[in-house]
């Protein structure tokens, strides 16, 4: 079976992409397959996978009708991630999309209709909005993967999100969970993240991920070699964290 989790936050810059990318080649440690679905039109994951764009085998070409999902899959140079390539005009779709019935359910259908059931994990990797292109990834996800920038006070943005995937349960997809809030950025030294870190675990309880993801210089040189960490530096703080994350979630 697929777990789809859609990873979230209409904050921007708070490590969404980052966790995409290296939780997926994470999980890709663990010999799962992975398929990445780049729905931000900033298409940094797919950059950030060392991807070329794919004009007519993308995530617009898929949302629009023009290929099927199994054209739009693209093996990355890293064993067992692929990927749906992001397109920069994702944007304009997302306006022409908000016309058409059915406008919540178009990535949903593609994967209802068509995705290979040899990806253990597919990461939906969103923009920062809570437009209808992330609405499209809530509706199609399984879980919601949910970053918090532990340099932030951030809680109450993640109060919106929290009720946006309450209306989504409500309205189009009873069976999203969440899979967790995992702390990005972290430092312990800092009075800030110590503080974003207990108000979380206060207000969010068992849903915190116990893994934290440090800040690590590491983890954004390696998006400019189009490789995650652990490609770059398996040995840095930043890869075991997400070595350490992809466990948690295999564990469950
Ligand atoms: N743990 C970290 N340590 C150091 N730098 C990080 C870390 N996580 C993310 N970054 C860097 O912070 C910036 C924002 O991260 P990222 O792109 O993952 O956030 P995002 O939530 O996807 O942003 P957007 O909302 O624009 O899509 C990037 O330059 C990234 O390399
Ligand atoms: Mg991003």
Not at 25 to 34: K, P
Not at 129 to 154: F, H, K
């Amino acid at each position: 079976m697929n777990r789809i989790i859609a990873v979230a936050n209409q904050k921007g810059g708070v490590g969404k992409t980052t966790t995409v990318i290296n939780l997926g080649a994470s999980l890709a440690a663990f010999e799962r397959d992975v398929l990445v679905v780049d729905m931000d039109p900033q298409a940094n994951a797919t950059s950030g996978l060392g991807m070329p764009p794919s004009p007519d085998h993308d995530i617009h070409a898929l949302l629009a009708g023009r290929a099927g999902l199994a054209e739009c899959i693209r093996s990355t140079a890293f064993d067992g991630v692929s990927i749906v390539p992001g397109s920069r005009d994702l944007a304009g779709l997302e306006i022409e999309l908000a016309a058409q019935d059915r406008r919540e359910f178009f990535l949903r259908d593609a994967f209802e209709e068509s995705l290979p059931s040899r990806f253990q994990f597919v990461l939906v990797d969103c923009a920062p909005s809570l437009g209808l292109l992330t609405l499209n990834a809530l509706v199609a996800a399984d879980a919601v993967l949910l970053p918090l920038q532990s340099e932030y006070y951030a809680l109450e943005g993640l109060t919106h999100l929290l009720e946006t995937i309450r209306r989504v349960r409500g309205a189009w997809n009873p069976r999203l969970e969440v899979e967790g809030v995992l702390l990005t950025m972290y430092d312990r030294r800092l009075k800030l993240s110590r503080e974003v870190e207990a108000d979380a675990e206060a207000h969010l309880g068992g849903r915190v991920f116990n893994t934290r993801i440090p800040r690590n210089v590491r983890l954004s040189e390696a998006p400019s070699y189009g490789k995650p960490v652990l490609h770059y530096d398996l040995e840095s703080p930043g890869a075991r964290s997400y070595l350490r994350l992809a466990e948690e979630i295999l564990s469950r």
